[in-house]
């Protein structure tokens, strides 16, 4: 059985930092291709930033430079690390995980097979 548990999210004004986190069992962080997805109200979920087996990665141009995903691998967790959030970020965030080992990286809902119940970040003055 699959569980991904994200935590981290919470209420911040713009400029803030957040580190979210996202606990796996049943899949290795290190093997199979991990992501973050949000998914602000009335809008469909978008595919923030993967990360491979190979240790590639991959972000939606609107994050580029501020936000990095990572791996602990002792803790079998994925990381995400936000700097100067802004209004626009505000979502549920998810972890995804894909089930065949991920040697590529992918933004793509399809793509992903096991999904956490999101964490809350809120960007406001």
């Known amino acids: 059985q699959v569980t991904l548990v994200e935590s981290g999210g919470a209420s911040v004004q713009p400029g803030a930092s957040l580190r979210l986190s996202c606990a796996a069992s049943?899949?290795?962080?290190?093997?199979?291709?991990m992501a973050w997805f949000r998914q602000a109200p009335g809008k469909g979920r978008e595919g923030i930033a993967a990360?491979?087996?190979?240790?590639?990665?991959s972000s939606r141009d609107s994050v580029k430079g501020r936000f990095t995903i990572s791996r602990d691998v002792a803790k079998n967790t994925l990381l995400l690390e936000m700097k100067s959030l802004e209004p626009g970020d505000t979502a549920m965030y998810y972890c995804?995980?894909?089930?065949?080992?991920?040697?590529?990286?992918?933004?793509?809902?399809?793509?992903?097979?096991?999904w956490g119940q999101g964490t809350q970040v809120t960007v406001s003055s």
């Open positions: 990360l491979d087996n190979a240790d590639d990665t």
């Open positions: 049943g899949v290795n962080v290190s093997w199979n291709g």
């Open positions: 995804a995980a894909e089930r065949y080992g991920g040697s590529w990286v992918s933004l793509y809902v399809d793509d992903y097979h096991y």
